[in-house]
C-alpha cells in the first residue's frame, strides 16, 4: 500500500513565523497535492505538483508557497503564518493526476 | 463556480436504516467519480468509485448510482453502521488533461445506534 506520511499531526506556530510542512510518500508517485479542509468549505487545492522541481497553483495558493526537490518528498511552506491558515492540512499523492489519491492523516495546524 | 456539489452538509440516520449521500456535478468533461470517507483527525480514504461508461458499481454495503442525464450520482449504504459515521466527500475527474480531482464540500453522516 502506499503510504503518504506527514511530519506532524499537530502544530502550534505564532503569527509571522515561517512554516514548514512536510509529507513523504513512498510508492514513486509522480504527483503530489496540498489541500487543506475546513468546516464548510470541504477540500481546497492549495498546490500541486506533477514533477520534481515542478508546481502549480491550485484554488487557494495566496499565503503558501511549496518546494519539491525530491519526488517523494512535497513540502508546503507559509511564509508568514496568519490566524487565518489555522486548519487541517492534507497532503496526497497519485500515480497519475486522473488517478484516485492517497491520502496523509493530515496536520493540524493552529496559528496563534 | 463548484463543479461538484454536495448540497446536504449533515444527515443522521438510523442503524440498520439506508443512507443515501448525493452529488452534483457541472463538468460534462467529467468521466470519473469517487467518494473518499474522511473521520476527524485522519486523512481521507477512498470508499469506491465509478466510471462515466457505468451506471452502477457496487462494493459490499456501498453502493454508487450515476445518473449522466441529470449530472447526479448518489451513494447509498445499506444497514449504515455507527462506525459509518464520517465526512463523505464526492470526488470528480475530468478525462480531458492534466488537472486535479475535483472535491466536493462533504456530508457529515451521523448514524445513530
Known amino acids: 500500500d502506499v503510504k503518504v506520511t506527514q511530519s506532524s499531526r499537530y502544530l502550534v506556530k505564532r503569527t509571522g513565523e515561517k512554516v514548514f510542512l512536510e509529507c513523504v510518500q513512498d510508492?514513486?508517485?509522480?504527483?503530489m497535492f496540498w489541500y487543506r479542509q475546513d468546516p464548510g468549505l470541504g477540500l481546497r487545492l492549495i498546490y500541486f505538483s506533477y514533477d520534481v522541481k515542478m508546481k502549480e497553483k491550485g484554488d487557494i495558493p495566496e499565503g503558501y508557497s511549496v518546494s519539491r526537490e525530491k519526488k517523494e518528498r512535497f513540502s508546503l511552506i507559509l511564509e508568514s503564518a496568519s490566524t487565518n491558515q489555522t486548519s487541517m492540512y492534507l497532503c496526497a499523492s497519485s500515480l497519475l493526476p486522473e488517478d484516485g489519491y492517497t491520502f496523509g492523516s493530515g496536520t493540524r495546524l493552529t496559528v496563534v | 463556480d463548484q463543479q461538484v456539489k454536495q448540497n446536504s452538509p449533515s444527515l443522521s440516520v438510523q442503524e440498520g436504516r439506508i443512507s443515501i449521500l448525493n452529488c452534483d456535478y457541472t463538468n460534462s468533461m467529467f468521466d470519473y467519480f469517487l467518494w473518499y470517507k474522511k473521520y476527524p483527525a485522519e486523512g481521507p480514504t477512498f470508499l469506491i468509485s465509478i466510471s462515466s461508461i457505468k451506471d452502477k458499481n457496487e462494493d459490499g454495503r456501498f453502493t454508487v448510482f450515476l445518473n449522466k442525464s441529470a449530472k447526479h450520482l448518489s451513494l447509498h449504504i445499506v444497514p449504515s453502521q455507527p462506525g459509518d459515521s464520517a465526512v463523505y466527500f464526492c470526488a470528480a475527474r475530468a478525462y480531458s488533461g492534466n488537472t486535479p480531482l475535483v472535491f466536493g464540500k462533504g456530508t457529515r453522516l451521523s448514524v445513530i445506534a
Open positions: 510508492m514513486d508517485h509522480e504527483n
